[in-house]
């Protein structure tokens, strides 16, 4: 297989760096790369992580599988990336020193676009459109993302919250609505890779319903460019905390990562159960903010993972004294995601992340919107 310039050998790592872009002083960016290759033919599995500098659980992850894992045992290839921000991972931040935008909303852009029919053509309009104009890193993540192609499956390893359950990102797949067969096709693809994160062994969460999905730009994230726009099985796995590095995460990741190996056939075994921490199985889960209405210190009174009813309190904001200013309880019945790491608030600011049963679709049309509401906008 060849990556770039970097070619596999059977039964063997190859480790080496591509080139990602010259900095002003002369010196250039490397990503990290390393392909393993098995003796016998099978699928490609892309493994990536660090995508945000200060994410280490994923890098730490990913090192310890490039040591442990014996190429001659390998059906298929395995392409590994430790870190798909260096320069981020450098200064510790989410962003890399040369861009300040999220490296993980720049990926291909699944959705399809329609162009307006202008009133007026302006001779600079596509000088003034940042879209006809990308940075650096989007330029390079274009690039890079040709290997796609070659590609069969994909995760993404990720950190969350100080306070976070492990578990695993599962993306909606969305479909256009003028072509018959693509929505049959879009939930086999969804039920496939549904399949491949029970497997992973983490809780699964599915990424946020249309309006938040395309306003936060996660359509144009790693996996959920991979899964909506070249259509094959890919996820997002987020493992707690950024900035420090947990020994129990990393050991639950690595199993995670040998299940799905397992489960594709690249490697023989059986799928192992994770018990460092819970794993709820339950339900379909989705995310919404904890928010509060009161400044002061906020103080957590169930854990992440810790199942609740309705109405039960979750959360106290207190001032300075230790008065209760606000209780806050559960909007549903589910549990505490993840918690921010701090305890100071403000009224409206999102302190937490809660999970409630998922009733919007799996599979949805890429127009979400009814057309029927969009004609009352016109008139209005």
Known sequence: MEVFDIHSKKGEKVFGHIDMLEYPHGTKERLPICLIEGLKEGPTFLLTGNIHGNELHGLVTLQEIIQEVDPTQVKGTLIIIPSLNPAGLLVMTRTPLYVSTDPNRLWPD?????????KYVDLYDENLDPEKHPNIQEKFYTKFAKIF???DYFIDLHCHAIRSLPYSYLDRVYYDEKNENQKEESQKLFDKTKKLVEAFGFTLVLEGPPKYYFKENLHRSTTGSFV?????????VELGASGYVETDIVASAKIGVWNVLKYTGMIEGDLVKITDFP????????????????????????KAGEIVDKGIPIFEVR???GRIKETIVAPDYGTVLGIWDDIRCYPNQEIAVFLIDNTID?????????????????KE
């Open 110 to 118: 699944p959705k399809p676009k329609k162009k307006p029919q202008l």
């Open 149 to 151: 192609d070659q590609v």
């Open 228 to 236: 909506n726009k070249y259509r094959k099985p890919g996820f997002t």
């Open 279 to 302: 794993v709820l199985d339950e339900k379909m889960w989705r995310e919404i903010l904890i928010r509060t209405s009161h400044s002061g210190f906020f103080i957590p009174l169930i």
């Open 319 to 321: 001032d300075i004294f």
């Open 362 to 378: 799996l599979v949805l049309p890429w127009e979400y919107e009814k057309k029927e509401e969009k004609k009352e906008e016109k």
